[in-house]
């Protein structure tokens, strides 16, 4: 009986000292509390009592001070986590605070061949390398509102502003409000990333679209990310991001979309937009439109030359579908020069075609609803030497065209078949090969062929 006692006692001490290890901030804890119980009863001496609460007391401060040490190991709000997510990322413990550093690496090299018919200028062309785009840059965010970018390009052997811009993010009925050097709301092929684009350069039809300039925009989007709208005013800078004087060329850029149809985050979706730019030109600024075959190593084809003009209006419809690994897109841009000093009003116009097919299963094209653009490719396997993934295989086939003659002005016209073959060996790698068939229709008449290929990374 009396080793029966014993057996009980010391199983209500231990568990009392394991209950000790979560009471001890009490003011009695419960391993105290079962000593004095024991003391009462007989069950205990008193030498006994005094060595067990000894052991309880240090047991708790043991589990006090082994708290104390987690709490002041406890992460500041504002110390930055480190993590991969498609590039560099660095975001505070509170959210607040975010940076990604990123860039990316294009190597180009080409190869042209033209027919007899070609002049001078034209027959013997070469080929060659170009680092086509060296590019880094910063982005982030400040207390959750506030979004910044900061982008150069080192490609050309020059350095180049591009995103530089800080925006004031999700403004009650307006949206987001961006100032400072970025592309203007207009053409699904432009604001789609170089880093993601299907071919290795755009259409044609991009010779009408401004690209970045520095101004002001406002964006939204509606209908449960399913529509979005943008409207901006920019001063015409281009890459150098500053221009002050006399002349005041300004454009009014606006672009709307709308997703009608849009299923599995994007596998089937039908995509519809529309973009317009009014430029507002100075008498003493020159307009001028030309183009290469859609390979930037090489010349341009087709040239207006300079002239001036009072404005210009573009118009830009497009569309695009995909349908798990297949999908189609095309845009058309009409531009309308007024009281030109090239015989009155001009009219030129370009336009693309394309489809695109993945050969691996479970790839397709992402589209990214904040802007109405196309975004990065992830394959469903990723290239591994050992774990049997082989990246994702994609081949497209384009048709485009641009008329740069009317009245006065004989820039000439060209048409362009495209072929492409895209190997995304993981979501930051890609080998691309493109073949380029070009029909120089005016002022000249001649072919070309081009084969060209680049080696990209970006992060």
């Not at 925006?167 to 604001?191: A, D, V, Y």
């Not at 087709?302 to 297949?326: H, Q, W």
């Not at 790839?363 to 653009?373: H, L």
């Not at 050992?386 to 004989?410: F, K, P, Q, W």
């Amino acid at each position: 009986m009396k080793r029966r006692g014993s057996l009980v006692c010391g199983g209500l001490i231990a568990a009392g000292l394991l209950l000790a290890s979560s009471a001890f901030a009490q003011e009695k804890n419960v391993a105290v509390e079962i000593l004095d119980i024991l003391k009462a009863n007989g069950q205990i001496s008193d030498q006994q009592y005094r060595d067990l609460m000894i052991k309880a007391q240090a047991e708790g401060e043991k589990v006090e001070a082994a708290v104390r040490a987690g709490e002041a190991k406890a992460p500041d709000p504002k110390t930055m986590r480190v993590y991969w997510s498609s590039g560099l990322r660095l975001k505070s413990n509170d959210g607040n605070y975010s940076l990604k550093i990123g860039g990316r690496i294009m190597n180009d090299w080409a190869i042209y061949s033209t027919d007899s018919d070609a002049p001078d200028d034209f027959r013997s062309i070469g080929d060659g390398t170009e680092v086509r785009r060296a590019r880094l840059y910063m982005e982030g965010e400040i207390y959750t509102n506030i979004k910044y970018k900061i982008g150069y390009d080192f490609g050309g052997q020059d350095a180049d502003f591009k995103d530089v811009y800080i925006e004031l993010k999700k403004i009650p009925t307006l949206g987001n409000l961006r100032i400072g050097h970025f592309k203007e709301p207009m053409s699904l092929e432009q604001l789609t990333s170089s880093k993601y684009m299907t071919f290795m350069e755009r259409s044609l039809a991009d010779t009408f679209v401004q690209g970045r300039n520095t101004g002001f925009q406002i964006a939204n989007t509606f209908a449960d990310r399913r529509a979005t709208a943008a409207v901006g005013v920019f001063r015409d800078v281009g890459d150098s991001g500053n221009r002050f004087g006399k002349n005041s060329d300004y454009n009014l850029t606006a672009r709307v979309t709308a997703l009608p149809w849009y299923e599995d985050k994007g596998q089937r979706l039908l995509h519809l937009g529309f973009g317009y730019t009014h430029e507002f030109r100075d008498k003493d600024s020159d307009i001028r439109f030309r183009a290469r075959p859609e390979a930037h190593l090489g010349p341009r084809f087709v040239d207006t030359g300079r002239f001036k003009a009072d404005s210009i209006d573009y118009f830009n419809p497009e569309v695009a579908a995909v349908y798990g690994p297949f999908s189609v897109q095309g845009e058309y841009v009409f531009s309308e020069v007024n009281d030109s000093n090239q015989g009155g009003d001009l009219s030129f116009d370009g336009a693309y075609i394309y489809a695109s097919v993945f050969l691996t299963p479970g790839d397709y094209r992402r589209y990214k609803t904040s802007s109405g653009a196309f975004d990065r490719i992830k394959p469903a396997r990723d290239l591994s030497w050992s774990g049997g993934g082989y990246g994702a295989v994609e081949a497209a086939l384009r048709y485009s065209h641009l008329d740069l003659t009317d009245g006065m002005v004989r820039g000439g016209t060209l048409g362009n078949f495209t072929a492409g073959l895209n190997w995304y060996l993981n979501p930051n790698v890609r080998f691309m090969l493109n073949y380029v068939h070009a029909d120089q229709q005016h002022p000249y008449d001649f072919d070309a062929d081009i084969v060209q290929m680049r080696a990209q990374l970006d992060f």
